[in-house]
């Protein structure tokens, strides 16, 4: 089975510049979730989706963060205009059914962002 | 608020030692535990998880959880480490959302 597809692997983009990531995830997997993890600190989840529907995007800051799910397979995550504190290793990780708590999440390799 | 909180954050052990990472957590209701491992170059991991049930949970490689709901704990431990376990450890725990908190992660290195 393949694991949760992520690109681009690293960016580097200097501040107030646009960047978008792609995830991908395992085949038939209905949860997705998008983290950021600083450097020295835990993965803080960014936007979770079921399908195609947001389930918490509480921690996503809405004034440069955008993400989708269109069709309720693959996502992207984008940030327009990038500020430096944005520099993070970005995961994709999905689970195979509701989000119920209990699952197992799979994660992405990650896109490690670098803002200049 | 939910919280997960890891009291180590850089451990230096030699192989064959014993090794417990503390974890404690603070959710109201019920919670669901993970241990998650990052090898280095590689993807975060789970080492092991609870839901419910028997508290001690065993996981791969050797590794052992045990669930103290009194202490609000989570602690991973193994009896002994290898070189091969030097990697990144993470808590973390969900309630009925699915959404993780991750703690803040503990590096732990193993001397050959």
């Known amino acids: 089975e393949a694991g949760v597809a992520q690109s681009p692997r690293y960016k580097i983009i200097e501040k107030r510049q646009s960047v978008a990531f792609w995830c991908n995830p395992i085949?038939?997997?209905?949860?997705l979730y998008w983290y950021q993890q600083i450097l020295g600190q835990g993965p803080k989840l960014l936007i979770q989706f079921q399908n195609n529907g947001v389930v918490d995007d509480s921690q996503l800051p809405k004034d440069r963060f955008s993400a989708e799910r269109l069709k309720g397979v693959d996502s992207t995550l984008k940030i327009q205009p990038a500020k430096l504190e944005d520099s993070a290793v970005y995961l994709c990780?999905?689970?195979?059914?509701?989000?119920?708590?209990?699952?197992?999440?799979?994660f992405g390799p990650g896109t490690r962002l670098l803002v200049l | 608020a939910q919280s997960v909180s890891q009291h180590n954050h850089h451990v230096i052990l030699s192989e064959a030692a014993s090794l417990e990472l503390g974890c404690n957590y603070s959710y109201g209701g019920t919670v669901n535990l993970f241990w998650y491992v990052q090898y280095p170059g590689q993807h975060l991991q789970l080492l092991l998880k609870y839901f419910s049930g028997d508290p001690l949970v065993k996981g791969i490689k050797g590794f052992e959880a045990e669930f103290i709901k009194s202490k609000f704990s989570f602690n991973l431990r193994k009896p002994s480490v290898q070189w091969s376990d030097t990697a990144e450890y993470f808590c973390a725990g969900s309630s009925n959302t699915g959404k993780l908190i991750f703690g803040q992660g503990t590096t732990l290195q193993v001397k050959p």
């Open positions: 085949s038939g997997h209905a949860t």
């Open positions: 990780a999905s689970s195979p059914r509701d989000s119920s708590g209990g699952e197992t999440q799979y």
